[in-house]
């Protein structure tokens, strides 16, 4: 009995191997058709989860713009690990929010 091939999952797996971000927006890697399908089935961009995206970046540029200002250095790593603790709370965003704050260069660690 031939198995029917499992669509992957990129959400539980790391989101960067497949999409790339533009703002809010989801986009697939370039060629990666895969990816292109995931976005379309489950709907990934729709006008509620753009606006879902767009609440909690505005929320994460709290956080950065914080830390970007921060001179103190021990400071600027507590804002650092409270922006991403805040990141990790939302799982279905968490991509979105540690993409944002690499482009920042916040450290991840």
């Given amino acids: 009995m031939k198995m029917k091939p499992q669509t992957p999952r990129p959400w539980e797996e790391n ?7 533009f703002g809010s927006l989801l986009r697939p890697l370039p ?4 990816a292109a ?6 709907n990934l961009n729709s006008a509620d989860l753009v606006f879902a995206r767009c609440e909690y970046l505005k929320e994460i540029q709290k956080f950065a713009d914080l830390w970007s200002t921060e001179t103190n250095p021990a400071l600027k790593e507590i ?12 799982k279905e965003f968490a991509f979105f929010g540690r993409e944002f704050a690499k482009t920042l260069g916040v450290p991840s660690e």
């Fill in 15 to 21: 989101p960067g191997d497949y999409f790339t971000l």
């Fill in 31 to 34: 060629g990666n058709q895969e």
């Fill in 37 to 42: 399908k995931i976005i379309e089935a489950h």
């Fill in 79 to 90: 804002v650092a690990d409270e922006l991403l603790e805040f990141i990790d709370r939302k």
